[in-house]
């Protein structure tokens, strides 16, 4: 999978060479470039900012270094990609810069995503890290200041399928944090990057349940023991008691997770543990058996 990231503070994705992922990128499992915006820009300043009009707080994002930085990266003409309709492609040639037309449109398909992190996207998710990870090539532009001139969306939309994604519901300064989390979270997900691909099974929302609570030695620890059940040998009593675990926590964690499930996922045992817990099971919905309250509401209010 081909990864690029464009940003003002490029330093902050160097956490992008360490670990899991920056072993991937040594074995090549993930071409993961980082380019500096402001090597797009051609006045003196390196300017990448400007006022907003119609007034207000903050600067904005100037829309022309962004056209420039993400014509670079869709499909060179020597590659065996398709070119990109109408794309401009700009050499810089012995210092000047030479202006080539290219013709050939790019089927909607085909065109590379372009991520776009922003607290007004749709939310990030292990869902759609699954759909991204399964992409050849995907580009995030790193928005500073207010953001990034709303032109350059509709403009990139021609060469991308163009994503804003956002973390949550907070607001960070800048998409460099919320890129260092979706690399990661989609870059684990591509074959070979995690050693045992077992451990991408049996995680936190991989079935739309937390992941159940882990222990390891020593077995009485400052007082405090383990279940009884993992020292049994019992697989089978081991994989229930695991199971009971993380349905027992996302109920209480998250209930949101919970309404969301499909009934069809779950097992005997899991039904009673829920109705224990309070929930009706009908054959397509989980319901609380009271109405949400307080915490519950809350957690559920933001998800479709
Ligand atoms: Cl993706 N970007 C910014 N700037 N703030 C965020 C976010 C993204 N997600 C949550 N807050």
């Known amino acids: 999978m081909r990864i690029d990231v464009v940003s003002i503070f490029p330093e902050y994705l160097a956490a992008l060479d360490l ?22 820009t ?22 022309e270094p962004w056209a420039q930085a993400l014509e670079s990266l869709v499909a060179s003409p020597e590659s065996d990609t398709p070119a990109v309709a109408s794309r401009v492609v700009d050499q810089v040639s012995a210092g000047e810069r030479v202006e080539t ?15 776009v992190p922003s607290p007004a996207g749709e939310v990030f998710n292990q869902a759609l890290a699954y759909e991204l990870a399964l992409e050849d090539h995907l580009v995030f532009a790193c928005g500073r200041y207010e953001g990034i001139d709303e ?23 800048g998409g460099e944090v919320a890129v260092l989390a979706m ?8 074959p070979g990057v995690v050693g045992n691909p077992e451990s991408l099974v049996e995680e936190s929302h991989s079935d739309g349940l937390l992941e159940y609570p882990v222990y390891t030695k020593p077995s009485d620890w400052r007082g405090r023991g383990i279940p009884e059940v993992l020292l049994s040998g ?15 926590r996302t109920a209480e964690r998250r209930p949101d997770l919970i309404a ?12 009673a543990t829920l109705s224990t817990l309070g929930y009706t099971i009908t054959p397509t919905q989980v319901q609380p058996a009271t109405p949400m309250s307080g915490v519950a509401a809350e957690a559920t209010r933001h998800t479709p």
Do not use: C
């Open 101 to 115: 037309q290219l013709e050939t449109p790019q089927p909607a398909a085909a065109r590379p995503i372009l991520i």
């Open 42 to 63: 051609t006045d003196r300043h390196r300017t990448v900012d400007d006022t907003p009009y119609g007034g207000g707080a903050g600067m904005v994002m100037k829309p």
């Open 183 to 190: 690399v990661e979270a989609v870059g684990r997900l591509v």
């Open 260 to 271: 969301a499930l499909d009934p069809e996922m779950l097992d005997k045992a899991d039904r």
């Open 151 to 173: 032109r350059v969306l509709e403009w990139a939309a021609e060469h991308f399928r163009v994503r804003p994604v956002s973390l949550g519901d907070y607001v960070l300064n």
């Open 19 to 40: 670990s899991l992922i920056g072993k991937a990128r040594q074995d090549g499992l993930l071409q993961l470039q980082v380019h500096d915006l402001r090597d797009f």
């Open 234 to 248: 019992n697989h089978a009593k081991i994989a229930r008691h695991r199971r009971d675990e993380q349905v027992r």
